[in-house]
């Protein structure tokens, strides 16, 4: 059974994140943002939405536990910011529904969802530019960038909620994550 560890940074939309997980028969734990590193034994990390980004504990360590990651609003931004990439204040702010147009068919996250999907996210602050070796693989009228992959280091981001029901497909956003953690992960003892 696939393990992941969704990482606390004290949205709230988080135990939502962590529900999502176990009800799709995922081993997921809850774990605060400030937990060593090496404290951490999953098949891939979630970085969980948050208010602040200066709260965001170890979650940079977390990036190099050699396991997929995905990064969820102020998750993406963490990522993008962390490894290069700039994040800036969004015109729009608060949450509503967006809808976003997927860039590429072919990334392994979000390429199976619709064409132009529904999403439920917030754009109080959103990745301007993404990092070296990062492509931008979903849009908006309201952000240009709605989601970002590495595919070679298996980090994904989306500025939206794959987790609250206002979001279309967001269980595929999921299942696509574990299929990534699954491919990836070394036989368990």
């Known amino acids: 059974m696939t393990s992941i560890a969704v990482i606390d940074n004290h ?13 799709m028969g995922v081993d997921v734990e809850l774990v ?15 970085l969980s939405g948050g208010p602040d980004m200066d709260d965001i504990g170890n979650c940079p360590d977390y990036l190099d536990l050699d396991v997929p990651v995905l990064g969820i609003c102020l998750g993406m931004q963490l990522i993008a910011a962390e490894l290069g990439g700039r994040v800036g204040s969004g015109e729009y702010g608060g949450y509503a529904d967006v809808t ?25 602050d959103e990745v301007k530019e993404v990092p070296d070796g990062f492509e931008r693989t979903a849009t908006s009228d309201v952000c240009g960038v ?20 206002h ?19 070394a036989p368990r003892q």
């Open 11 to 23: 949205g709230q939309f988080t135990h939502l994140e962590q529900r999502a997980l176990r009800d």
């Open 32 to 46: 605060d943002n400030t937990t060593p590193p090496a404290e951490i034994d999953a098949d891939g990390i979630v």
């Open 100 to 124: 976003v147009e997927v860039l590429d068919e072919d990334d392994p996250l979000i390429g199976s969802l619709y064409p132009e999907t529904r999403v439920w996210a917030s754009h109080a």
């Open 146 to 165: 709605e989601a970002m992959s590495d595919t070679e280091a298996d980090i994904y981001g989306v500025q939206w909620h794959p987790e609250v029901a």
């Open 167 to 185: 979001t279309e497909e967001g269980e595929a956003v999921f299942e696509n994550f574990l299929a990534v953690c699954d491919r990836n992960a």
